[in-house]
């Protein structure tokens, strides 16, 4: 027997009849397999190998077990009642841009939030979706986050249906190009990441349109709507985690910035339905366009108004807070009238002319028929006198020059 045991341990060491390794009870992640496939006796226990599934995959970031992914179910389902209420504030907002060329930003807008609430909802832990598809829904709805800033850069009649085709469109071509190229040759198995070109395009397009807001009373809702927009685009960013937490937190501060630009522009219309004064109106008109259309308009519109200024020597001008006061509000209430004309030019191209003669036009007529009394003004004519009546008719009525003074005699006679 012991002749056995020593030669039994010879053999081991030199190689023959060594006992089979047994298997690890651990699932093997690279090929899938497990000790169930080849177990060493008949009692060992089968182990099943785990499920890819949605939801194994979307518990990413929290711990794999019931309670992370009860806790990540609840906050999905919070996120996307919120991106369903984003979507009814936007609808809420559409007669605030009624008679303006800032409808088609609001289209834009509501949109994004109906692409934002269907990429919520499939990023869901119960959707069925392929993750390569969901990271290009995601990234759509990132892009069309950003159509409804470069809409309003080219809002002014009579090319904004143009700018539509021209130049929304083929930004949202453009920049959704790389991901579609990446699901396309992948198959759709592999998630979107994009490369740093790309992602600085993108970052480009997202700071030049949301410059234009800064400034003015939407200066919050462009902040929060610029961290909406680099939040959504967080999954395709291949340096970040790819958490579906971070995706969906971009629903709340969407909210939030659809909340405070609604409640920016009530405000204005409030204002310009209360104003009496044809100051006041053409005041609260003139920041209402600068809060919806931004800066880079505004100063445009304001190098236009400097030369209708030196030509038509206006008495007052045209500044970011409206036009200058002289002194009284007679004289101002009539030197704005005389330049409402060119007012209404400057934003016929942005505003309709029956929503602008509802709001304008009645003010205007009442100044012009009732001009200031003070003598110290310098636009109210003054009134002829006696001695020169005839000079004064001549002045005012050219025509009647032609007749001769048998015509002012006539009168006389009478």
């Known amino acids: 027997m012991h002749t056995g045991i020593i030669q039994r341990g010879l053999g081991r060491q030199a190689g023959k009849d060594r006992p089979i390794p047994r298997k ?19 009692t060992a226990a089968t182990v099943a190998p785990a499920p890819d599934t949605v939801a194994a995959r979307y518990v990413t970031g929290f711990s794999c077990n019931s309670h992370g992914f009860l806790i990540m179910s609840a906050y999905a389902w919070l996120m996307t009642g919120l991106a369903a209420m984003n979507c009814w504030q936007v609808l809420r907002q559409r007669p605030l841009h009624t008679g303006m060329t800032s409808v088609y930003s609001w289209c834009w ?15 869901g832990p119960f959707a069925l979706l392929n993750p390569a598809w969901t990271s290009g829904l995601q990234y759509l709805a990132a ?15 009579p090319g904004v249906a143009a700018w ?32 740093l070109p790309a992602l600085s395009g993108f970052l480009l397009v997202a700071l030049m349109s949301t410059a234009p807001g800064l400034g003015r009373g939407m200066t919050v809702a462009c902040l929060l709507q ?78 236009r108004a400097r030369e209708f200024e030196r030509t038509e020597k206006w008495a007052c001008s045209l500044t970011l807070d409206g036009f200058t006061t002289l002194a009284t509000p007679a004289e101002t209430e009539q030197a704005i009238a005389r330049t ?63 007749h001769g003074p048998q015509k002012t005699d006539s009168r006389r006679v009478r």
């Open 24 to 42: 690890s009870a651990f699932p093997d992640r690279r090929h899938g397999k497990t000790a169930a496939d080849a177990p060493c006796c008949a």
């Open 143 to 157: 892009i069309l986050m950003l159509t409804p800033a470069v809409c309003l850069l080219g809002a002014r009649r």
């Open 164 to 195: 539509q085709w021209f130049v929304v469109l083929p930004l949202v071509f453009v920049l959704a190009w790389p991901g579609a190229i990446q699901i396309v040759n992948s198959r759709g198995r592999i998630p979107i990441e994009l490369s």
């Open 109 to 123: 807008t509501q949109i994004s939030a109906l692409v934002l609430l269907a990429a919520a909802v499939l990023s």
């Open 226 to 303: 610029l961290g909406t927009t680099l939040t959504a685009v967080s999954p395709v960013v291949p340096w970040l985690p790819r958490a579906p937490w971070l995706f969906l937190s971009a629903a709340s501060v969407q909210l939030l910035a659809t909340v405070l630009a609604g409640r920016c522009l009530n405000r204005h219309h409030a204002r310009l339905r209360q104003s009496a004064s044809l100051h006041q109106q053409t005041t609260q008109l003139w920041l209402l366009f600068q809060d919806i259309y931004g800066m880079i308009w505004a100063q445009r519109l304001l190098d």
């Open 340 to 402: 409402l004309p060119a007012f209404r030019w400057l934003l016929g191209r942005f505003f309709s002319g029956t929503w602008l003669d509802s709001r304008l036009t009645a003010a205007a007529e009442n100044v012009l028929r009732h001009p200031p009394e003070s003598s110290a003004s310098s636009l109210a004519s003054p009134e002829p006198s006696r001695d020169d009546s005839d000079s004064s008719l001549s002045l005012q009525h050219p025509t009647e020059c032609t």
